[in-house]
């Protein structure tokens, strides 16, 4: 099999975002939930690009050593290997450390990184090297966003993408800034400079022109390894369509609507409290998880769970199982993998049981450790729903997951009807689709973000 891209997501609802993002742009793509022999390649032969779905977001550096090393192995074969993380770049020194993977993946390729942050499709901007992220209609510097700055494992609160690499890394970074990436000509002198005194080379960016310069750079100076989110993916797909190397026929379907869905949520964000209350103004029924009574006795609790659950599609409803409404409070656990992991066999043993075809999981934690107990292979893309959080099925050998169809949500995507637009399969128009042309100029994207720039220096 070749490929032309392959990629290793830090958390499994970041890893179907990069699956739209190829969709949408025409390049035939598969998502593994493990590493994959050459008989489960077999199976998708059309793939030229592949990804490998993992929870290293929520892992320690010694895990990353002992663990990322056979990944990046396992992807060699391609010819770019992104190693990819949330646009909200959280990440510590204990958790998640994106620096220490970007450490094995140097030492593992023999290459530089070059580091893709700004996702502006996505709300997501790269100014000076500051991290600036969106909430609702509002643009935040990442260390004052209302769930970032919070977060209850990996809270943000270093801006400056290169200050919080460092406490990470020993490794020299270096920045191409916005001054640079007017054109290709200066943004590709910029990476030159800086690759002579840093292993890694991080871009600005706030535009889609912006993204489409990246990818330029990145192809025409053969970057091998590229640590950063799916505006890599972007960067990579605007300047292959631009050269000619990918089919023009896409062919993006919008999914079917279905009578109901189990939705399972471990996420304590403020945009998924208010799906959650959405969902229980459109008749959804909530059934909501003690964490501690779980994580104390899972067997009793998930017993209790799996039968009201039952009740409740029974009665022709949808479901939702929650574990927060909003924010934790000082004193409430942030229980993570195990969490996940329990609410994963829980989701199990409900779509069995009652022959389910379509779920949701939010929350990075809940969907990464959720959906690894379901026993699914792999993932390929099916519908985009809203962006960044697309519908894809499940290939696996047990007949009641196999063809089950998934959205997984990070905790701060999507509207506040979100979870009814994804019963009903209705895509909520974007300007993320690559088949229309670029919709934001250098200017207006430049204006839109004036009040956060004031954020710099603040």
């Avoid at 830090?10 to 990069?18: A, I, M, P, Q």
């Avoid at 220490?100 to 290459?111: L, T, V």
């Avoid at 409803?317 to 909003?326: L, P, Q």
Wanted: aromatic share 6%; with cysteine; net charge negative.
């Amino acid at each position: 099999m070749t490929l032309r891209y392959a990629y290793y997501g830090d958390d499994f609802t970041g890893s179907t975002d990069v699956l739209e993002q190829l969709a949408e742009g025409g390049v035939p793509a598969v998502l593994f939930l493990h590493l994959p022999d050459e008989k489960l390649l077999d199976r998708f032969p059309d793939a030229e690009a592949i990804g490998i779905a993992g929870d290293s977001r929520s892992r320690s550096p010694k895990w990353m050593e002992e663990n990322l090393p056979t990944v990046y192995t396992s992807l060699q074969r391609a010819s770019v290997v992104h190693y990819k993380t949330c646009s909200t770049f959280d990440s510590s020194p204990s958790v998640g450390s994106i620096g220490k993977a970007m450490d094995i993946g140097i030492d593992q390729f023999d290459a530089p990184a070059a580091i893709v942050v700004a996702a502006p499709y996505m709300g997501r901007y790269v100014s000076f090297g500051i991290l600036f992220a969106t909430a609702g209609d509002e643009i935040y510097r990442i260390d004052r966003h209302p769930t970032m700055a919070h977060h209850p494992v990996t809270p943000m609160h270093e801006p400056d993408l290169i200050k919080h690499l460092a406490l990470q890394t020993d490794l020299n970074i270096s920045n191409v800034t916005l001054s640079e990436m007017e054109n290709i000509t200066s943004a590709t002198s910029a990476f030159d400079a800086a690759r002579e005194d840093a292993k890694a080379v991080l871009f600005d960016g706030m535009t889609l022109e912006d993204l489409e310069t990246t990818g330029a750079v990145l192809l025409a100076r053969d970057q091998k390894f590229i640590v950063g989110s799916s505006g890599v993916t972007r960067a990579l797909v605007l300047e292959w369509r631009k050269r000619g190397l990918l089919n023009d026929a896409i062919d993006i379907k919008t999914a079917k609507a279905v009578e109901q869905i189990l939705v399972v949520s471990g996420s304590c964000s403020p945009v998924t409290e208010k799906q959650v209350f959405r969902a229980s103004e459109q008749g959804y029924k909530m059934l909501f998880v003690d964490v501690s009574a779980l994580l104390r006795d899972e067997s009793s609790e998930a017993r209790k769970l799996i039968a009201a659950a039952g009740d409740i599609l029974s009665s022709g409803s949808s479901c939702v199982i929650h574990t927060a409404e909003g924010p934790l409070g000082a004193s409430e656990l942030a229980a993570g993998d195990r969490l996940g992991s329990a609410l994963g066999r829980i989701t199990k043993a409900i779509v069995e049981a009652n022959s389910l075809r379509r779920i949701i999981f939010a929350g990075g934690d809940t969907s990464s450790h959720g959906v690894a107990q379901l026993g699914v292979d792999a993932l390929t893309f099916v519908a985009p729903i809203e962006v960044g959080a697309p519908l894809v099925k499940a290939h696996s050998e047990d007949s009641s997951i196999d063809g089950l169809e998934m959205v997984l949500k990070g905790g701060q995507m999507g509207g506040e009807d979100f979870f009814e637009t994804v019963r009903r399969g209705r895509s909520v128009p974007s300007t993320s689709s690559l088949r229309l042309s670029l919709p934001l100029s250098r200017s207006v994207a430049r204006a839109d973000i004036g009040s956060a720039k004031r954020q710099i220096i603040d």
